[in-house]
């Protein structure tokens, strides 16, 4: 088998196999990183919606209509379905529902984690979604909370993305080691082939054949 060929065998298997390593046994680490920072981005806007909603409690020229709109703001802003519900597990708002939701059944699976992941509730939820959960306090007591819902599938598309991203700069890595091989060649291989045609030329009495090098390292 000729050298080149054995070079680009060699480059290919290097290629697919940091492809398919990347791709397979590491969608799930890329799966995980994306659901953590999905989790630290909605843990930050829920936990400045609560403060938000704390500031409002003891306001009383502020309506339950405005905390809605300003709700329905947040809602827009950061893509997800907001729930404030008070200390009785009783839906006050929804920002993408105008139903009476109580969450009594639901308290502890919802309201006693900060993070639920895969949660289904028949008529309020198309899909499974992650919920992310933040108490209100006021006075040193918990007065409400306030639940952000995001669907899984934005997981996945977080995972999709982060796996875009790794395999564009696998295929900057390919266009590399594309290089290093063809400098390989040039500076190993098509030297060699040029001795091995003067050698050849030689034996048949062609003393006349001319060998142009360039360096003498071919000759070491």
Not at 85 to 98: E, F, G, K, M, W
Not at 111 to 124: A, K, S, Y
Not at 177 to 189: E, K, P, Q, T
Request: charge should be neutral; charged fraction near 20%; glycine fraction near 4%.
């Amino acid at each position: 088998m000729k050298l080149h060929i054995k070079l680009i065998i060699c480059y290919l298997a290097a290629v697919l196999a940091v492809f398919f390593c990347v791709n397979f046994a590491g969608n799930r680490i890329m799966e995980k990183r994306a659901a953590q920072d999905l989790k630290d981005k909605y843990y930050k806007d829920v936990q400045h919606i609560a403060q938000l909603y704390a500031d409002y409690y003891f306001d009383e020229d502020v309506s339950i209509s405005t905390v809605r709109r300003q709700m329905a703001v947040y809602d827009a802003l950061i893509d997800a379905r907001i729930w404030v519900v008070n200390s009785s597990h009783y839906v006050l708002i929804d920002t993408r529902s105008s139903g009476t939701v109580v969450v009594d059944q639901y308290s502890d699976r919802i309201l006693g984690h900060t993070f639920t992941e895969d949660l289904t509730i028949e008529g309020v939820f198309n899909e499974p979604v992650m919920c992310v959960c933040e108490p209100v306090i006021v006075a040193y007591s918990i007065k409400g909370y306030i639940c952000v819902f995001v669907p899984m599938s934005m997981l996945n598309e977080y995972s999709v993305r982060y796996m875009n991203i790794v395999n564009t700069a696998l295929l900057m890595i390919a266009g590399a080691l594309l290089l290093v091989f063809a400098i390989i060649y040039i500076i190993s291989v098509y030297p060699i082939k040029k001795i091995r045609k003067a050698a050849l030329a030689y034996s048949k009495g062609n003393y006349d054949y001319e060998l142009k090098v360039r360096g003498h390292d071919e000759f070491r």
